[in-house]
């Protein structure tokens, strides 16, 4: 088939999302590259990331054009043989076995703190902020904290475990402000570094840890942004290790990103570039892994929340990119804003969502109205 047939068949599925190719909208592309179209039909999210990288097309707004596309469903109508053969290799392979666990760590958390540090809030935290009440970047993720640590009731004196803790942000607020003892474990050696330079005088521990090798006993855990790594192969075994170390009378609070269907599917350009191996669970994947390991007390979902923290993470990145370009090249900058924008668009079309569980061991007696 000739390149006209994919250009008309391309051209129809974008205007059945209000998006005009060679228009004025915002939401529109601007294509550099006739070879855009076969690449965009035949490889799907992949070949269109891909060829975005390569400046094979433009769009002034790429979370509104990946809003109106999710929308519309129009990912559905395009070939899905990248997804497919990922989905297959996730049935039949664990992903996110030992070997693996570091994997995302040394390609995607090692990048450089310094561009971490150009993009997120002055605590470095890298994950969906609480926007309630809040005006900036800062203040949503200070009440993201706020939010985790009063769900999990903290007090003075008690031992808290922080699974992914990246660079210490979560550690060294909870440890500040409700007197508790933090281990925080990373994959990250860049991560582990800074955190105990930024946790020094407090009292927290960072490791340089799977999680598979936890050990100990902690009144609360734990984990933000972290589980979209573990893979629904090793989701059962996560819950147990949870139980194993939480006490009897402990509560544990999961914040990560969920799909809205149940599959063994990772996107292949997300694999692929920024987090190699990952997966998101679903809510039968959640309620199936933790049956008979923890009683479940609350389900909150704030996806929306997410639009607004990568927004404001791509304007932090684009605010700095003069000084970052010393050390990132161009290809690396559309790369970045790619992964950033498509994420917003995704949240805003709710076509994943944020939840946060929380989780008791034995069932809370007293009465508790979970804070939102």
Partial sequence: MGNDFFKHRLTALLSSAGITINGSAPWDITVHDNRFYRRALSEAHLGVG??????????PALDEFFYRILRAGVEKKVSGLPRLLNGVLGKVTNLQNPSRAYTVGETHYNIGNDLYSAMLDRRMIYSCAFWKDALTLDEAQERKLRLVCEKLMLKPGMKVLDIGCGWGGA???AAENYGVTVTG??????????????????PVEIKLSDYRDISGNYDRIYSIGMFEHVGHKNYRRYFQIVRNNLASDGLFLL???????????????????IFPNSMLPSANHLTAAAERELILEDWHSFGNDYYR????????IETSWRSLSQDYDERFHRMWS???????GSFRARHVQLWQLLYSKSGIEEEFRVPR
């Fill in 50 to 59: 891909e060829s975005y990288m390569d400046g094979w097309w433009e769009c």
């Fill in 171 to 173: 550690a060294r607020f």
């Fill in 185 to 202: 474990i990373t994959i990250s050696s860049e991560q582990a570094k800074l955190a105990r330079e930024l946790c020094a005088g407090l």
């Fill in 255 to 273: 914040h990560t990103i969920g799909s809205n269907s149940t599959g063994t599917n990772t996107d292949p350009w997300t694999s692929k570039y």
């Fill in 309 to 316: 923290t990568l927004k404001a993470w791509h304007s932090n």
């Fill in 338 to 344: 790619y992964y950033l924008l498509s994420a917003a």
